[in-house]
């Protein structure tokens, strides 16, 4: 488990103990807890082996020792005892979107309701209205919200995914007789969500003795046959795990297949066939030759293309820009030379100016924007504006100390109901730049959303849109706003929008990013770190950058610290 799982485990004991009406210095203990193991600095099986995770502020000794048992296991006493004690729907119920715990536990006691299909009955009988504090429109939100959670069912966060895929991986890979091993599947293409795990094994010998290795994998409950030749793997915890078996000479084109998107492959088996090939189950063959197919270049370019990305690979026109030679030349990690969108704890963040410069010089960037949140953020811990020339202070004593790196005096300010952004006008203007959010009030319909959303972009000193559309994948569906509208006020008043890399937003929705640079929007990649072990945020705001086919020139921290100084500037002059 990393940090992530553990950290989820705790918060789902929270959630479960207050449910259940425990003591709430219990519950506050876990969240604090989760916080804490979210952005504990260092690796975790370090730290229990040097006994430093007990002296953690924020883990005590209960939950020390179920962060012991979930490092060693991978499962937790405490959380399973608790999910056989509560009705599973409950925890479904969670899920959606203006449903906390209290309010389940009130819709819970009140009307006994222990599923999701009993809470649409009581939206569409009208009891759940006629409870205290919800009503007519509530109940209809709910009502919305129960679709979204069922449509997401089976599904989880890429990240989440992408640690297991990781870890089963190096598994694989470990096998005797394996020569190589890959991800495939959404998860190589970078889709946001992904249900099972896909890998490509290159394999020694006959496929039926890799399955044999396979069954004896620690972990795996059941293997059974799967469509193309590939076997899935059932694990411990529900994940289900695709593995093609191939021989090393055969690994492009199982790759390939294995990749997707069907509408991508069979795009390319079309234009194949057009050029006088056949698409049979073992590879490309011409003629009496089954051609070349160990790695997927060769498979491309049987067809006469270059490769594709896998990002790009979704049945749309990559297939025409590739036989034209428009093919972008997609964004990279390289290509970065800020770090934007990090908290410290000014507000609702966990590491100091200091920690985030010496983090941010590992790395390599040339330089960081601190942005913590404004006042009018209820939920999070806020920079109030008595202390913003404290922390400017500090960040100049960080640049005289760290010359190397340059910390950028930055503010993640909302946008109020009616437009205005928070603080002062003063206040914001002592801010080297402001990234400018949505927090609070996501009921409006489009119209006063995109209203709202224009109006903040008329504001001198707003530099990025943050996290454009407010959504939570698998929790809240993301806001109703024009977006081309956005995108074209964006552009003319020269305000960049971001792609949040926080795992649950990766907002800007990739499907809308061309769209956004056709209409000449500049895209910041903001981190929205809350500690600096969140750092790796921003290769699945990569993800998504590349996914969207962007190109680095789009990229508002593909620039010099000065000429990033410069965009924000030239609106306030």
Same mark, same amino acid.
């Given at each position: ?17 207050? @449910? ?43 939950? /020390? ?22 009705? $599973? ?26 599923? @999701? ?25 709910? @009502? ?5 959670? #069922? ?23 470990? @096998? ?10 959404? /998860? ?121 990305? $896998? ?63 404004? $006042? ?8 109030? $504006? ?118 649950? #937003? ?35 705001? /990569? ?31």
């Amino acid at each position: 488990m990393d940090k992530a799982d553990v950290a989820r485990v705790l918060g789902q004991i929270a959630a479960l103990l207050e @449910l259940k009406g425990e003591n709430p210095f219990r519950v506050r203990a876990y969240q604090a807890a989760a916080r804490a193991i979210a952005t504990f600095p260092g690796d975790l099986q370090a730290a229990r082996a040097t006994g430093s995770l007990g002296v953690t502020k924020g883990i005590g000794p209960a939950t /020390l020792s179920i962060v012991e048992e979930l490092l060693q296991t991978g499962r937790s006493r405490v959380l399973d005892e608790l999910e056989d004690q509560i009705p $599973p729907g409950l925890t479904d119920m969670l899920r959606i979107s203006g449903l906390g715990v209290a309010r389940v536990r009130q819709i819970h006691e009140s009307l006994h309701v222990e599923s @999701l299909a009993e809470l649409e009955a009581a939206v569409r009988d009208g009891s759940l209205a006629r409870l205290p504090r919800f009503g007519a429109r509530t109940a209809e939100k709910i @009502l919305k919200g129960i679709a979204f959670v #069922r449509q997401a069912g089976g599904k989880r966060l890429a990240h989440h995914a992408r640690a297991e895929a990781n870890a089963l991986a190096r598994v694989l890979a470990g @096998l005797p007789g394996v020569r190589q091993v890959a991800i495939a599947g959404s /998860l190589r293409r970078f889709i946001e969500l992904v249900r099972d795990l896909d890998f490509v094994v290159a394999a020694d010998g006959p496929a039926e003795a890799l399955h044999e290795r396979l069954r004896a994998l620690p972990g795996t409950i059941e293997v059974t046959p799967g469509a193309d030749g590939a076997v899935t793997l059932q694990l411990e915890g529900g994940t289900a795990a695709d593995v093609y078996p191939c021989p090393p000479e055969r690994f492009g084109w199982v790759l390939l297949r294995a990749t997707g998107s069907e509408a991508h492959v069979a795009a390319l088996a079309d234009r194949a066939r057009a050029g006088g090939l056949r698409w049979e189950p073992r590879g490309l063959v011409r003629g009496d030759d089954l051609l070349p197919a160990q790695t997927e270049e060769e498979v491309y370019a049987a067809a006469g293309l270059p490769w594709i990305p $896998p990002e790009l690979r979704e049945g749309t026109d990559e297939l025409a820009a590739a036989a034209a030679g428009r093919l972008p030349r997609l964004i990279e990690r390289g290509d970065l030379r800020g770090f934007l969108h990090c908290h410290t704890g000014y507000s609702d963040g966990t590491n100091t100016v200091d920690e985030w410069a010496a983090a941010g010089l590992e790395q390599g960037y040339g330089y960081l924007g601190i942005t913590d949140h404004s $006042p009018a953020t209820a939920f999070a811990e806020c920079l109030r $504006p008595e202390d913003v020339a404290r922390q400017h202070a500090e960040i100049d004593a960080v640049n005289r100390a760290r010359p190397e790196i340059r910390m950028l005096k930055g503010v993640e300010a909302d946008i109020l109901e009616d437009g205005s952004l928070d603080y002062p006008p003063a206040v914001r203007r002592s801010f080297e730049f402001v990234i400018a959010s949505v927090h609070t009030r996501y009921a409006m319909d489009a119209g006063q959303m995109t209203a709202r959303v224009l109006r903040a972009m008329d504001d001198p000193t707003m530099t990025i849109l943050g996290h454009p559309t407010g959504r939570l994948l698998l929790s809240r569906d993301p806001f109703p706003v024009d977006l081309d509208r956005v995108f074209a006020r964006a552009a003319e008043r020269a305000v960049a929008i971001e792609i949040n890399a926080d795992p649950q #937003r990766l907002d800007l929705d990739w499907r809308v990013l061309r769209r956004a640079a056709a209409a000449g929007v500049t895209i910041s990649i903001g981190a929205d770190a809350h500690g600096t072990t969140q750092m790796d945020h921003v290769d699945l705001g /990569l993800g998504i950058a590349r996914k969207g086919w962007l190109t680095a020139d789009r990229i508002l921290n593909t620039r010099t610290a000065d000429e990033f100084l410069a965009f924000a500037a030239r609106r306030r002059g």
